[in-house]
């Protein structure tokens, strides 16, 4: 999981799923504050468009309810095999199901009377069988636009089961990802009709037009997506005073990673920040106010961590970093400065 976003009520958890056939996670608590006990859902996609990431309305599958508490005792004392029985090929057995599953094809059954330890402890492969939506690549931040009562998610890569013409998803591939608008609503049922309790729960999925990145040739210093546009989103923040969602990049697309502000009632898209190559911009955090003061948090790690992409700059540009930041052993952890007064 990523970046969790506990929402307003202190109950309802949205979930980034960082992996190959992931899928959207709500779990709602029993009690307000207290995440020990309480019900896991995934999304079901039902897709309304194709183009430029594509959009989607959402329904909810139940998986289960438990407490942490059950969930040790049953993860102390099973093995994955009590659980579920996992083939690689095909048992012409119609009481096996056949799912994807990182990225490869699996055929599962799952063990009588074992349905909570499959929610909780092998949820993937579960929600799968139970006609959940498994099939977003690279699902990373998650955010919260309380105002609008939307949260925002970032798909780094939309390719692989995205991009496939089988599923749920087929929406085209995009190797420099987008970002997503889920509108969240009150009163929705799960798939077996029961009312879910809580009013944060994503019906819709649409990519932010401004936000979809743009695949290119590589450029004379290799660029693989357009530098004027955010490319594989990773960590996202909103400031509800600001009114601006702030996007960290981790690209394997952009030669330097970018810090992005995309005000969502201007719908203009600043780039902030620049991080060395081959570096990633992490820790975003945005603050409003604390003691009087606004802060935008940032950091990068790992200058200088070549890939493809930097053939043609690392060979003049590794002597820059190795001398800047100690060899590739040293990176930065700080703020930008320069907010408005809020």
């Not at 290119?216 to 594989?232: E, L, M, S």
């Not at 970018?258 to 920040?273: E, G, I, P």
């Amino acid at each position: 999981h990523e970046l969790i976003q506990v929402m307003p009520d202190n109950r309802t958890a949205l979930m980034g799923d960082d992996y190959t056939n992931s899928g959207l996670f709500v779990f709602v608590a029993d009690k307000e504050k207290d995440l020990s006990a309480g019900t896991l859902y995934v999304a079901k996609w039902t897709q309304t468009s194709a183009t430029s990431g594509g959009a989607a309305s959402l329904s909810w599958i139940k998986l289960g309810s438990a407490t942490s508490a059950e969930i040790k005792a049953l993860a102390d004392t099973l093995n994955a095999s009590d659980i579920v029985t996992v083939l690689k090929t095909d048992p012409l057995d119609a009481t096996y199901t056949k799912i994807a599953f990182n990225g490869a094809t699996e055929w599962v059954k799952f063990a009588a009377g074992k349905e909570k330890a499959a929610a909780f402890l092998e949820t993937h492969r579960y929600a799968a069988t139970l006609g959940g939506t498994l099939e977003f690549t690279k699902m990373e931040g998650v955010t919260l636009n309380r105002k609008d009562k939307v949260a925002y998610i970032a798909m780094s890569r939309i390719e692989k089961s995205m991009a496939d013409t089988s599923g749920d998803i087929q929406v085209g591939k995009i190797t420099a990802g987008a970002t997503y608008e889920l509108k969240l609503s009150t009163g929705q049922k799960d798939k077996a009709g029961v009312t879910i309790g809580s009013d944060w729960v994503p019906t819709t999925m649409d990519a932010m037009p401004a936000l979809v990145g743009e695949d290119q040739a590589a450029d004379a210093v290799g660029n693989t997506a357009n530098v004027d546009k955010v490319a594989t989103p990773d960590n996202l923040k909103f400031s509800e005073k600001l009114r601006t969602l702030f996007i960290g990049e981790d690209s394997a697309t952009h030669v330097n990673n970018f810090v992005w502000a995309y005000n969502v009632d201007t719908k203009k898209l600043s780039r902030l920040q620049s991080v060395p190559a081959g570096a990633e911009a992490t820790g975003l955090q945005i603050v409003d106010n604390l003691n009087g003061f606004s802060y935008i948090m940032s950091n990068f790690q790992h200058p200088g961590d070549w890939g493809s992409i930097h053939s043609i700059i690392s060979a003049g540009v590794d002597p820059l970093i190795n001398a800047n930041w100690n060899n590739k052993k040293s990176s930065a952890v700080g703020y930008i400065s320069g907010l408005p007064v809020l």
